[in-house]
Each structure stands twice: as structure tokens, then as C-alpha cells.
């Protein structure tokens, strides 16, 4: 191997460069090396749409790239103030939120003494999370002794542990707080302190 100098590596660089310029241009296959043979960008054709990454609390801008109604890329939008069009290897496999075949489109339930999953409706889902924090709440209030030294109930409440979402602004933190504080949980923190 002959060694690496300034000059030769330089050259090398030039001669790698052109050879990607001509290739670019003809458009030759990977493969084969023949222009005839050469594969579409899978992206071609595409239509763009913009979002967030909802991943975390950096907020990276993307470019979802949409084809037959199905998500074929998702890219860093190079014109978003944070990320500048890079992302890191969550947000580039995005796609698969959509995609997956492991991907859970309905909620599932698992009754008590099964070991399996049953798909229930979303009607279904909410009532029951409701149900249970209130049946929660109810029995983990807070007890504390009055002036009198009476047991008194306080609103508070030490079974629930709420999660909040990088997804949420200042203005949804707000009222996620506030929400949190009228049913008592006073265990909450926010997916960014992660
Ligand atoms: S791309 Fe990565 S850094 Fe950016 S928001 Fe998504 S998870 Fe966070």
C-alpha cells in the first residue's frame, strides 16, 4: 500500500469527488455500475409534510415524505430553527411509528387472572382509566391531624404518579400542573427533566 502523503491524498480526494459528480449525473446503479439499471430515489415522487419530533423534549423539526399514503422517510427540515435539518436515530426511524407492523392501533386490556390481550374500545379504555383513578384517589387520600386532633382527609394524595409530555407548551404545562394539583397528585414531573 502506498504510503499517505499530503499530495497523493489530496489527489485522492479530487479523483473520489469527480468520480460521485459523474455518477450523480448519470444516475448509475450502485450495483452495476449501469446507467440503465439505475433505481429510483425512494423518495421520488414523495409529497412533503412538517412536524415535530415528539420523541423528546428537543423538539427537532421533520420532514415526513409521504408516498401512497404510506410514510416512505422522515428527515430533518433543514430550515427549522433547532435541529437545522439533523436528527439523532430516533427521530430518523420515525417512519416506523407509522409503518410497524408491531405498531398498536386500538387499546388493549388484559383482565384479571388472564394472560392474554383483548382489544377493547377507546370508549371502553376511557371509562376504565377513569374509574381507576378516581377508585386511586379515593383510597389514597391523605390523612393528618386537625388542631383538635381529629383525622382529617386533606387533598392529596400519594397512589398516582403523573408523567408529563415533551409534546406539551408552556401553556398546556400550565394547565397539565393545574389539573394535576385539582385531583391531588402532587407526584408529577415533566417527560423534559428525563
Ligand atoms: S430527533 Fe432526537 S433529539 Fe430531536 S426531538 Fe427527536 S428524539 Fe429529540
Redesign the pocket.
Same mark, same amino acid.
Given at each position: 500500500m502506498p504510503e499517505l502523503t499530503r499530495r497523493n491524498f489530496m489527489k485522492f480526494t479530487a479523483a473520489s469527488v469527480a468520480a460521485a459528480a459523474v455518477a450523480d449525473k448519470q444516475h448509475v446503479s450502485a450495483d452495476t455500475g449501469d446507467a440503465d439499471k439505475a433505481f429510483p430515489l425512494m423518495t421520488a415522487g414523495a409529497t412533503s409534510a412538517y412536524g415535530?419530533?415528539?420523541?423528546?423534549?428537543? &423538539?427537532?423539526g421533520?420532514e415526513v415524505k409521504i408516498k401512497d399514503n404510506k410514510v416512505v422517510s422522515t428527515e &430533518?427540515f433543514p430550515d427549522h430553527p433547532?435541529?437545522e435539518g439533523?436528527?439523532?436515530?430516533? &427521530?430518523?426511524s420515525?417512519k416506523e411509528l407509522a409503518n410497524s407492523d408491531l405498531r398498536l392501533t386500538h387499546p388493549l386490556v388484559r383482565k384479571p387472572g388472564s394472560d392474554e390481550w383483548e382489544p377493547i374500545s377507546w370508549e371502553n379504555a376511557m371509562d376504565k382509566i377513569a374509574n381507576k383513578v378516581k377508585e386511586v384517589r379515593e383510597e389514597t387520600f391523605s390523612k393528618t391531624k386537625n388542631i383538635d386532633g381529629d383525622e382529617v382527609t386533606v387533598n392529596r394524595m400519594d397512589g398516582i404518579f403523573s408523567l408529563g409530555s415533551?409534546e406539551i407548551d408552556n401553556e398546556e404545562a400550565y394547565l397539565y400542573t393545574k389539573f394535576n394539583r385539582a385531583l391531588g397528585i402532587h407526584n408529577y414531573t415533566h417527560q423534559a427533566e428525563i
Open positions: 415535530l419530533c415528539h420523541f423528546c423534549s428537543v &423538539g427537532c421533520i &430533518g433547532i435541529n439533523t436528527l439523532c436515530p430516533k &427521530g430518523r420515525m415533551a
